[in-house]
DNA sequence: TTGAAAGCGCTAACAC
DNA sequence: GTGTTAGCGCTTTCAA
């Protein structure tokens, strides 16, 4: 490993002239810093950051932690995330939960033990109180899902009007028997888009019967037994509304697999907007969520109050709103009650 | 921050004492353990890592560096990876290139600088030199794309016997006039993609009429206006095969709009293996490509030479093959010559 | 079984 | 404008 005392030797001079050539300070002449960075680059000289943090110089490392990388939602944020933080010459470190809560616990404490300069996560179902104890110790944020234990800052989706409006779109198709498949109320994102879904048949005027398929976890394979449920029904649901990203793809199978026509036999408003949801069928019709906007929102307020020291203790939620694509598996029912 | 001088301020003992009863190490009594762990839990100590790198003790970070984490070949790389140096106590950190060598070489400086137990990377077309010079101190392995420049252990997947099994299928079936929509040859995947196509074609008895769309760099735009191109032949080709996922998107959205009937109209397939794709049209015949378990395979690989500080310098490529999944989108052409 | 002390590479306060 | 020196938190000799 190559140190300012390597470059020092060289030039015969004394580490610290390099180490403040280096840090462009203006007592130093333009010749030296000239001297020095050419000898830098000539050895390969790399900075240690380590060392630099043990002088109380912050980290350059923020952490990132979401339940699964593989979902479009997290990648989306990820990617957006590491481009505005690039920006300002910060790292992401990147934790996978499963929603786990003491694999979450374990990356937190993790990412205090390397000193990150931040952690920005979307928290677990039920985050364990350790976990509260660690992040006070670092700036964070949350995005997505909020859970008030561990901290005051979110930056997240307005979850109930996304189900709102994807069911008030049902509804003004004509429906009165209409399904929601989606996530637990255990979770604040699950429990704000039933209550959505609830609020939005509330304001019909008509009777309106309704199914909820609320599942722990949510999966494909959750999914695509609720279909079945639904399905198996005396009375089968004209429409099915989706309250999560993880069930969409099972349902949307399930449909095809039963070969029902859509929108003909039944309905259906997905959740997200993964790519091929255009593909399928007459088109998919669901609600769009903002989530590259909402992680570069997040990550500029972020380093913002990194860098100017800024508190991110004093509450503050910034909401985005969804906006729903109308593709063509909605429709009137064909034989409405 | 809580140190061990804390907690031996605390129990009145030596800092040594401390750190040694947190290392486990032998020599310290049992009860001794015991109330330091205790003390340490009480006042929510965490370890500094980088007064640690600074003795020595290497880094549990290790450097993924991909493209685009919102590519799905990428995050699930990025996913199997963080599940497997998780086992061992590694910490994923994500840098995103966007096929830019200068944003390339900054990530890999970045990483030293850091102190990385190791990088893995999917390199950029035209890596810059100093990228290969700053790879030399550090443990590295190249994941999916190879540059001999990098150095000499690659984990990948079989490219030309991708596309040559794919072409296969297509003259199987009966086509005799036959499009390529890919990459660049200046990337060693595109250039053995575009080499499996040709050498599939070779194999035939029949005369067979190519098109080669090589687009740089690949994306849904380039594969929609070469489709656009294609159809405004006087002598359309009767099958499409695409050699890169960027790529797929773009050219079934524009054979959608273009409201031709798939498979009647033209054969179509694809690359790579994303959800939407079996929703698309009849389903979009593809090859997969096993990245999943590629990705684990060099993960463990990967740590196992961290672990043991064996050597990543000799020659050694893993080679994973793909696999042809039929679904509706390739048929006999409807008027073959 | 425990303590004292050195030193990792860097920065910054203090000299000159 | 440049050199000297102390010290960040930890591990690891060497001493006791």
């Given at each position: 490993m190559v140190t300012i005392k390597d470059i020092a030797a060289i030039l015969q001079v004394s580490p610290s002239t390099v180490g403040r050539a280096l840090a462009d300070?203006?007592?130093?002449?333009a010749e030296m810093k000239r001297k020095v960075n050419e000898a830098a680059t000539q050895v390969g000289y790399v900075a240690n950051q380590a060392a630099r943090m043990m002088r109380g110089v912050e980290s350059n490392l923020v952490g990132l932690i979401v339940?699964?990388?593989?979902n479009s939602f997290y990648s989306t944020i990820a990617h957006a995330l590491s481009r505005c933080l690039l920006s300002a010459n910060y790292q992401l470190t990147l934790c996978e939960t499963d929603d786990d809560r003491m694999l979450e616990l374990r990356h937190i404490k993790e990412l205090t033990s390397v000193n990150v300069a931040g952690i920005i996560l979307v928290p677990s179902a039920k985050p364990h109180p350790d976990s509260a104890r660690f992040l006070k110790m670092t700036p964070h944020i949350q995005l997505l899902r909020k859970q008030q234990l561990l901290g005051e800052q979110w930056f997240g989706i307005d979850d109930r009007r996304a189900l709102y409006e994807s069911t008030l779109h049902i509804l003004s198709e004509g429906h009165r028997r209409i399904a929601y498949i989606g996530g637990t109320e255990a979770l604040p994102t699950g429990a704000a888009r039933v209550q959505g879904f609830r609020e939005a048949v509330k304001t019909s005027s008509h009777q309106v019967d309704i199914h909820e398929e609320l599942g722990a976890p949510s999966s494909p394979e959750f999914g695509r037994e609720a279909v079945r449920r639904l399905l198996s029904l005396?009375?089968?649901?004209t429409a099915l509304v989706i309250g999560a990203v993880q069930n969409t793809s099972g349902v949307i199978d399930e449909i095809q697999d039963q070969a029902l026509s859509v929108p003909r036999d039944i309905s259906v408003v997905g959740f997200g907007d993964e790519l091929g949801y255009r593909w399928w069928g007459p088109g998919l019709t669901t609600v769009q969520l903002p989530v590259s906007q909402l992680a570069t929102a997040c990550g500029l307020w972020f380093l913002h109050h990194l860098q100017n020291k800024g508190?991110?203790?004093t509450p503050y939620s910034f909401i985005s709103p969804p906006q729903l694509i109308i593709r063509g598996s909605t429709a009137a029912p064909s034989n409405p009650r």
């Open positions: 300070d203006r007592r130093i002449s339940p699964d990388i593989r005396k009375e089968r649901p508190d991110l203790d």
